[in-house]
């Protein structure tokens, strides 16, 4: 089995972000038509993201190795008929399904090819692994040494992915102004780590629907994070 080291961090920044529901709508509204019947979400956290999912979906697993979370999201979904939560890393769960989830986590991750080789194992042929990471590595800040992000994403990381069995589908960036925002909080407020709970707010409910605007016309060229759908095929 391979080794698949995540850092540790205290978890605020899930609780922190479980207000920006506008986000995750947004993004679950970008990857929809590439979401199966049969969902596995990796690192479900505290199932902000799973929330979004079982109001859409049906049959989906959730899994995260991490004691408090998996409690946590025991308590959530438990009573949940269409929901399978498991302790487990991807390499221990024993199906396989047509979509696999990453929504923030890769960057969590230390071995993050190696993860992303594991799960493509864990899809059925011309299933979809979708991934949501943060953008831009010259964007790294206090923040995202504190939550336990090894890195952030230059799109060509994706785009130079080489896997016998799949192929890059689909990817582009999403939420151009939380560039803009971002950037400036690194540099107004370097030595803040976390988002204020108005920050938050403010980046969701005013901030997220103009980037929904901003992103479409400028053809999702520009923005603070990267989403990316593989493909699986056969060998």
Same mark, same amino acid.
């Given at each position: 089995?391979?080794?698949?080291?995540?850092?540790?961090?205290? *978890?605020?920044?899930?609780?922190?972000?479980?207000?920006?529901?506008?986000?995750?709508?947004?993004?679950?509204?970008?990857?929809?038509?590439?979401?199966?019947?049969?969902?596995?979400?990796?690192?479900?956290?505290? *199932?902000?993201?799973?929330?979004?999912?079982?109001?859409?979906?049906?049959?989906?697993?959730?899994?995260?190795?991490?004691?408090?979370?998996?409690?946590?999201?025991?308590?959530?979904?438990?009573?949940?008929?269409?929901?399978?939560?498991?302790?487990?890393?991807?390499?221990?769960?024993?199906?396989?399904?047509?979509?696999?989830?990453?929504?923030?986590?890769?960057?969590?991750?230390?071995?993050?090819?190696?993860?992303?080789?594991?799960?493509?194992?864990?899809?059925?042929?011309?299933?979809?692994?979708?991934?949501?990471?943060?953008?831009?590595? *010259?964007?790294?800040?206090?923040?995202?040494?504190?939550? *336990?992000?090894?890195?952030?994403?230059?799109?060509?990381?994706?785009?130079?992915?080489?896997?016998?069995?799949?192929?890059?589908?689909?990817?582009?960036?999403?939420?151009?102004?939380?560039?803009?925002?971002?950037?400036?909080?690194?540099?107004?407020?370097?030595?803040?780590?976390?988002?204020?709970?108005?920050?938050?707010?403010?980046?969701?409910?005013?901030?997220?629907?103009?980037?929904?605007?901003?992103?479409?016309?400028?053809?999702?060229?520009?923005?603070?994070?990267?989403?990316?759908?593989?493909?699986?095929?056969?060998?």
């Amino acid at each position: 089995m391979i080794d698949i080291q995540l850092m540790k961090y205290s *978890g605020t920044e899930l609780e922190i972000f479980e207000k920006a529901s506008n986000f995750r709508k947004y993004s679950y509204l970008l990857v929809k038509k590439f979401i199966g019947t049969k969902i596995l979400e990796v690192g479900a956290g505290i *199932g902000s993201f799973t929330n979004t999912l079982i109001k859409n979906n049906s049959n989906i697993t959730v899994n995260d190795d991490d004691d408090f979370h998996f409690e946590t999201l025991k308590k959530r979904f438990d009573s949940k008929k269409n929901v399978k939560i498991e302790k487990k890393n991807i390499n221990q769960l024993n199906d396989t399904y047509d979509t696999i989830l990453y929504m923030s986590v890769l960057e969590h991750i230390k071995d993050d090819k190696s993860e992303i080789s594991n799960a493509l194992d864990k899809l059925d042929h011309k299933g979809n692994l979708i991934i949501l990471v943060p953008a831009h590595q *010259g964007l790294y800040s206090n923040f995202d040494k504190e939550v *336990g992000h090894f890195r952030r994403y230059e799109m060509n990381f994706f785009k130079n992915l080489n896997f016998n069995n799949a192929k890059v589908k689909k990817t582009f960036y999403v939420d151009s102004l939380g560039y803009v925002l971002y950037y400036l909080n690194k540099i107004i407020f370097k030595k803040n780590i976390y988002p204020t709970n108005f920050q938050v707010l403010l980046w969701d409910k005013i901030f997220i629907p103009l980037s929904m605007i901003f992103d479409f016309l400028s053809l999702y060229k520009f923005g603070k994070n990267i989403i990316c759908v593989i493909e699986k095929k056969n060998i």
